[in-house]
């Protein structure tokens, strides 16, 4: 069964503590890509990966940091610096070829207070 | 990146056809039309993607006019489990190669 999976769907965490979100796909892409989505807000490119041990920074990086040192997780880690965490997290996947339809799986909430 | 506008909501009855329209003045001649649909607490889903005249798949039709500027995403005889938001998204296949999401329209599908 191909897809891609986020664990957990809910996260609590304090203030001050980093947390990673988990992001594994089954799909063999090569694109990963992580979004924010904020209530009533479309979603906010966070970093992207096209490739095993490379990533680009999206829209909004600052206080998050990601690795991709397998082709089928990219986990996020949202850090102390990151100002306002508590958000819906989506990873998402495509082929290189077509990154115009992406993948999404089921989301992350992250609650922080 | 070119930006998009569409209406913020939309009603519908159940079995009419819903067309929402999409504005993308400064589309580039390298970026393609992209729809989405998304359900409450759960990652989008792709819908149709196009770059001129007309696409036609299982759930959905993408018109797009020759100068390209707007899109509309066509749904046939929706039903209570379209409602659902709706994003239209240009997607340039140049360098940026990214996907920006505005707000989208919310469908709401009435009995």
Redesign the interface.
Known sequence: DGG?TQSPKYLFRKEGQNVTLSCEQNLNHDAMYW?RQDP??????IY?S?IVNDFQK??IAEGYSVSREKKESFPLTVTSAQKNPTA?Y?C?SSIAAA?????????T?LTVT | LAKTTQPISMDSYEGQEVNITCSHNNIATND?I?WYQQFP??????II?GYKTKVTNEVASLFIPADRKSSTLSLPRVSLSDTAVY?C?V?SSGSA????????TQLTVLP
């Open positions: 891609i979004y009533g807000q479309g979603l906010r490119l992207y096209q999206g829209d819906f989506l998402a990154p115009y339809e992406q993948y999404f799986g089921p989301g909430r | 393609y992209t607490s759960q990652g989008p889903r792709f993607q994003y998204l997607f190669r990214q996907l920006t999401f505005g707000s989208g």
